[in-house]
Every structure is written in structure tokens, then in C-alpha cells.
């Protein structure tokens, strides 16, 4: 396992944002990409987190693929509902308004919707239906992806990890939200993985062969890559393991990630041109705003909800465990348990320390240089 070191929030927020300032994201939105992307490290999910600054963002924009000034132009709008382009821009960015738009439209009708186009990698899902939650508003959110997962019986990937992520306000002291992959795993995981020596996991990935994927996570990425293998579905392949509901789920997110929008779906997400030249991704997502007002009260909703999962964490326990948890209760403790900062692992500190240089930021000095 690689070694890790700790780095205060504050040191690492305050790196974030002057690296994305850096790389030309005015100040505004940088902190809004900072706080989703570090967002991700204080719950735990590192596959989203400090992992992908430079290569998923930082990368891209270098490259040209991705604008660091976005554009965030309405293409139609109703009173309930908004089409969003988004013109490559920063995808954390693209999701904080939308989905502030989607609450905006809710809390005066009851319900929005705002659908985008041409947007990048959005950051954890769960950022954007936390946001409804804590505004009194049931949130729905997805967005497609890379087509890196294989539909039941194909062996192609044909659509991404598409999560279908769900917050519903509670009355403790952590909302409910569910955020996950419709895949088994997701490339952030594998990724994560690579940069820690890790193997594939078990039942991760089937091979163009049908055959279950064996190796190294960095190795699978490589096969993923040369179209030798997909993740696959919720359920794993075929129907014996049900992995047709994860295949449905998959299809549910695809589908509103990309026709009420008219944007690209499937194989026009590679971030590949005809050419096999890097090109944007102009991936799609979808932001569902439910105000709890319009219905019975906040209040009610809360103390409802709070009441649904207080009794199901309270039912009988299978023998060997020692508690039921409820979706963003796991990711609660963790940011309990991460008050002191985030941890880093080497191959991220190589590349921390690789930006601060290339951009002047001298002023940053990190725990593994003492």
C-alpha cells in the first residue's frame, strides 16, 4: 500500500482553488470546484477527490479539451424546467448552478428540472442532491460518462458508470443520499486503485471473451482502454446475478442524461474525436428539485423520513454485524473522523508538489517535505 500523509483542509483548499485559478478557472468558480471536489475526500469517496485533480481536470484543460471560463448558457427555459449548455465548461460548476436553478424553480412551483448538455465530469453526484436536501428539497441527479460499462449480455462498453443519486431531507443530523455507480465499480475506483497497487476487484470487469476479468487495477484500466474489457453492471453479467436492474438503472440515467437536452450519449463520450484525437467529453446531466413544502412541510418530511430510517437501522441484525447503516451515514462518520484533513497518498503528493512548482505557488508547503 502506498504512504499517505495528512493535509489540513485549509492547506489543501486554499491550494485547490490557487491551482485552479492558476489554470485560468476564475476565483468564483474555482472555489466552487475546490469545494465539490474536496467534498468527495471529507466523505470518503477518494476515487473523486485530490485523485483526480490533475488528471481529470487539471489534464484536460491543458489539453485543451475542457474551458476553464464556462459558459453556462440557458437554451430554453419554462417556469418548472431549463436546458442548460454548458460549452465544455467546468462540469462542478455546470452542476452547482443547475441544480441551484432546479431548487430556485422548486421552491416557487413546487418542482424543477434542468437538464445540460456539453458539460464535463460533475464530481460526486451526491454534492448536488445534498444541496436539495439542505435547502428542504428532495434531490434527484445523474449524469453519463465514458461508455466503459457493458450492457447485460454484451461484452462492449456502451455506456458509462451512470449513478442515479437520490437526497431526501431528515432530521438528523445527516441527511439521506444515495450515490452510487449503477456499475460494480467505477473507473475513479480503479483508478484509485492503480495508484495503490490494488487488484481489480472481484467481479468488476468481463472480458471481450465473457470471461471475468483477473489482474491488476492498473492493468484492467489498460484493457478497458484497448476495448478488451467493461465494467460491468450492477448484478454482474448475465441474469443469474440480476444484473439486468443495474443494467436498467444505467439505461434510465442515459436516457435523461441526453433526450430532453438533445446532447451526445454512448460512444460519442470517449473524449476521442474521428481521429483518435483528444476532444471535449460533452457529457450530459439531469438535476431534480421536489420542494417538501409544497406538500406537507419540511417539518413533516424531516421527521418522517428521520422516523423511516431510524426503524430500519433498529431491525434485527444478521448475527455477524454490529450495526445497519442508512445512505450518507457512512460518509457522515467519515467526516468526523477526517477533521484534521485529507489524506494524501505518494502519487498524488508527486503531483501536488509537481503543480505548485509549475505554477509559482511557493508559498505551499506540505507534510511530506518535512
Known amino acids: 500500500m502506498a504512504k499517505t500523509n495528512i493535509v489540513d483542509w485549509k492547506t489543501i483548499t486554499d491550494f485547490v482553488i490557487d ?19 474536496l467534498e468527495s475526500d471529507k466523505r ?25 471560463v464556462t459558459n453556462f448558457e440557458i437554451i430554453k427555459e419554462t417556469p418548472t ?24 424553480k422548486a421552491k416557487e412551483y413546487g418542482m424543477g428540472m434542468v437538464v ?20 428542504g428539497c428532495i434531490g434527484l441527479t445523474g449524469t453519463n460518462a465514458r461508455p466503459t460499462v457493458a450492457p447485460t449480455f454484451g461484452v462492449e462498453g456502451m455506456f458509462g458508470t451512470n449513478p442515479l ?4 431531507p431528515t432530521d438528523e443530523a445527516f441527511d439521506f443520499n444515495f450515490d452510487a455507480a449503477s456499475s460494480t465499480y467505477q473507473n475513479g475506483k480503479l ?40 465494467l460491468c453492471t450492477l448484478g454482474g453479467p448475465g441474469e443469474e446475478g440480476c444484473g439486468y436492474k443495474g443494467y436498467g438503472f ?5 436516457l435523461l442524461s441526453a433526450v430532453l437536452q438533445d446532447g451526445s450519449y454512448g460512444k460519442a463520450l470517449t473524449g476521442k474525436d474521428e481521429n483518435g ?45 454490529q450495526r445497519i447503516y442508512t445512505a450518507g451515514e457512512k460518509e457522515y462518520e467519515v467526516r468526523l473522523a477526517r477533521k484534521d484533513g485529507v489524506p494524501i497518498n505518494e502519487s498524488v503528493q508527486k503531483e501536488i508538489i509537481a503543480i505548485r512548482d509549475e505554477l509559482g505557488l511557493s508559498q505551499y508547503k506540505f507534510p511530506w517535505e518535512d
Open 116 to 135: 445540460v448538455r456539453n458539460s464535463c465530469h460533475y464530481g460526486i453526484a451526491g454534492y448536488y442532491t445534498s444541496m436539495a436536501a439542505k435547502h
Open 19 to 37: 491551482a485552479f485559478v492558476g489554470y485560468g478557472i476564475p476565483r468564483e468558480d474555482a472555489e466552487i470546484c475546490a469545494d465539490v471536489l
Open 277 to 321: 484525437n483528444k476532444a471535449p467529453y460533452r457529457l450530459g446531466h439531469f438535476f431534480i428539485a421536489i420542494d417538501t413544502d409544497h406538500f406537507l412541510g419540511e417539518d413533516v418530511c424531516r421527521k418522517k423520513a428521520g422516523d423511516i430510517i431510524r426503524a430500519v437501522r433498529n431491525s434485527k441484525k444478521s448475527p455477524d454485524a
Open 250 to 254: 444505467a439505461m434510465f440515467v442515459e
Open 165 to 168: 443519486t437520490l437526497g431526501v
Open 44 to 68: 470518503g469517496i477518494e476515487s473523486h477527490g485530490v485523485n483526480r485533480f490533475k488528471p481529470v481536470y487539471l489534464d484536460r484543460i491543458k489539453d485543451g479539451i475542457q474551458n476553464p
Open 81 to 104: 424546467t431549463a436546458v442548460v449548455d454548458g460549452h465544455d465548461g467546468m462540469g462542478q460548476v455546470i452542476g452547482y448552478k443547475a441544480m441551484s436553478m432546479a431548487i430556485e
Open 191 to 230: 483508478e484509485y486503485y492503480a495508484r495503490i497497487g490494488k487488484d481489480a476487484p472481484k467481479g468488476a470487469l468481463i472480458t471481450t471473451e465473457g470471461k471475468e476479468y483477473v489482474g491488476t487495477s492498473a492493468d484492467a484500466l489498460k484493457a478497458m482502454g484497448r476495448g478488451e474489457a467493461a
